[in-house]
Nanobody
Framework: QVQLVESGGGLVQAGGSLRLSCTASGLTFSSHVMGWFRQAPGKEREFVARITWNVGSTYYVDSVKGRFTISRDNAKNTVYLQMTSLKPEDTAVYYC???????????????????WGQGTQVTVSS
């Protein structure tokens, strides 16, 4: 079956950096759009970033533009989220997700993704 396993979360001070990784198995990784979402306590899960399957076109929510970078290594079935200049408001559980290729999809919403990881906690202290 499909598995997405995130790692790399933790506790960091404001202004610090973390790199999240998500390794997939049980699917054709290079054929899926990969996304990162986050969910803070008491809030809905929100889109953070996504990367397409071919040339790796990326898109970010405004609040992380210039600070976060999503990338993928299809040879390793892994997607990354490099997070810099972290802020307390970035504190959340971060989830990676895989979306099959369907048109039209923006891959900005949870409904656009078929597979999800279990999440990794990121806590940014002030």
């Amino acid at each position: 079956q499909v598995q997405l396993v995130e790692s790399g979360g933790g506790l960091v001070q404001a202004g610090g950096s973390l790199r999240l990784s998500c390794t997939a198995s049980g699917l054709t990784f290079s054929s899926h759009v990969m996304g990162w979402f986050r969910q803070a306590p008491g809030k809905e899960r929100e889109f953070v970033a996504r990367i397409t399957w071919n040339v790796g076109s990326t898109y970010y929510v405004d609040s992380v533009k210039g600070r976060f970078t999503i990338s993928r290594d299809n040879a390793k079935n892994t997607v990354y989220l490099q997070m810099t200049s972290l802020k307390p408001e970035d504190t959340a559980v971060y989830y990676c997700a895989a979306g099959e290729r369907h048109y039209p999809r923006s891959y900005l919403y949870t409904r656009d993704y078929e597979y999800w990881g279990q999440g990794t906690q990121v806590t940014v202290s002030s």
